[in-house]
Structure formats: structure tokens, C-alpha cells
């Protein structure tokens, strides 16, 4: 029976993932830049911030209060060709995968820089993000990140998830995947790898904003 109930989640979690992820419909007053032409100006382990247009962004959006409905990883070329998959991502329907700069097309983007990383530091952190191509999206964390910040602050914060479990997980959503590289780095974006959100990286000390 046990079994029979977490199949059922499972699923339900899949079709409301599905459901999620589905494009909407979107006026935009801004005009946005041709994304070929980041190439310029990214270097290993920049941080893009999108403003998205599925219905998850759109919730992420409302209950953030933010702009920014999504950030990603630029981890350098993976591949040959023109147009190569460069950034990694945690997708809500696909899990954590990479994707091209044509991909951006039409998005609102914006790029984020630790200043304090040198070359190295910039590739480990690349290289970490990486490395964890293929894991899961985790729904039920988001669901719950969202619950949290629509109810009343709670008297204290919640204590901060240990780094152990930082290294052992493989499940994420965006903001959790490069929250935990940084904090694995010894870099910490927020207090609180766990409960953190695109509008934290917008508003960390520690990234400052790359013109493009």
C-alpha cells in the first residue's frame, strides 16, 4: 500500500510539474538583448538571472516579489559548434541539465558576478555545477520554499541545512543548486543555502552586476 501511495505522488507531482513548466503569454515594454552577444562578456561561473515565461516563473515571481524568476550557471562551452550548451540549469520539468545562449532568446537577462573568485575558483565552482547534470528537480522543496514565504516571518529563522547535506544531495531547484556551489566553495550567497531564491542572488553583497 505504502508503495502504491508514493507511486501516486510521484505522479502527481510529474503532471503538476508538466503543468508548471507550460509557456505563458507575456506583454513586455523592454526590448531584449541577443543572447549570442553575452558570449562577450561571460566568464566561468557568472550567475544569469531570467525573468522567465512558464507558469512557474510566474509563481516564483508573484510570491518573490522580484523580476527574477529563474538564475542559471554560465560553466563555459561543453561542446563544439556555434552555438554550444554552456549553462547549467535546474528545469522544473527536465531536473538539472545544460542548455545553449540561444535558449535565452526573449527572456529579460541579467549577469551576476562574484568579484572576490579568481580563474580557478570560477572554474571549480563551473565544474561542481556540472557535475551534477542529471539530478532531480526538487518539486516538493520548491513547493514548500513557496508556502514558507507566503506565511508570516516565523519568530526565529530556521537553523541553516548542514553542509554535509549540501554535498550528499541530488535533488534541486535553481536557486538551491548554485546556492550549494557557492557554499561548497567556501562562498556563501545567504546565511541559509536552503531556503534561498533568485531575488537573493540579485541582492547579495557579493555579486555585483556585469554590464551587457
Not at 523580476?67 to 561543453?78: N, R
Request: proline share 8%; glycine share 6%; with cysteine.
Amino acid at each position: 500500500m505504502r508503495a502504491v501511495l508514493a507511486s501516486i505522488h510521484s505522479r502527481l507531482l510529474q503532471a503538476l510539474a508538466l503543468y508548471l513548466a507550460q509557456p505563458v503569454k507575456r506583454q513586455r515594454s523592454w526590448s531584449t538583448r541577443d543572447p549570442q552577444q553575452l558570449a562577450a562578456v561571460l566568464v566561468h561561473g557568472d550567475v544569469l538571472l531570467t525573468d522567465g515565461n512558464s507558469r512557474m516563473a510566474a509563481l516564483v515571481r508573484r510570491v518573490t516579489r522580484s523580476t527574477w524568476a529563474h538564475v542559471a550557471m554560465y560553466v563555459g562551452p561543453l561542446e563544439g559548434g556555434p552555438d554550444p550548451r554552456c549553462i547549467v540549469e535546474a528545469d522544473i520539468a527536465v531536473g538539472v541539465r545544460a542548455v545553449r545562449l540561444s535558449e535565452l532568446k526573449d527572456l529579460r537577462v541579467g549577469v551576476l558576478r562574484h568579484g572576490g573568485l579568481d580563474e580557478t575558483q570560477r572554474r571549480r565552482l563551473a565544474d561542481w555545477v556540472v557535475s551534477r547534470i542529471g539530478g532531480e528537480y526538487d518539486l516538493a522543496h520548491a513547493l514548500a520554499l513557496a508556502t514558507r514565504l507566503l506565511r508570516p516571518p516565523p519568530a526565529s529563522p530556521p537553523p541553516p541545512a548542514p553542509e554535509a547535506m549540501a554535498r550528499g544531495t541530488s535533488r534541486f531547484i535553481c536557486s538551491t543548486l548554485l546556492a550549494q556551489a557557492f557554499l561548497l566553495a567556501g562562498y556563501p550567497i545567504v546565511p541559509d543555502h536552503g531556503y534561498v531564491t533568485p531575488r537573493d542572488f540579485e541582492t547579495a553583497a557579493a555579486l555585483q552586476p556585469v554590464p551587457t
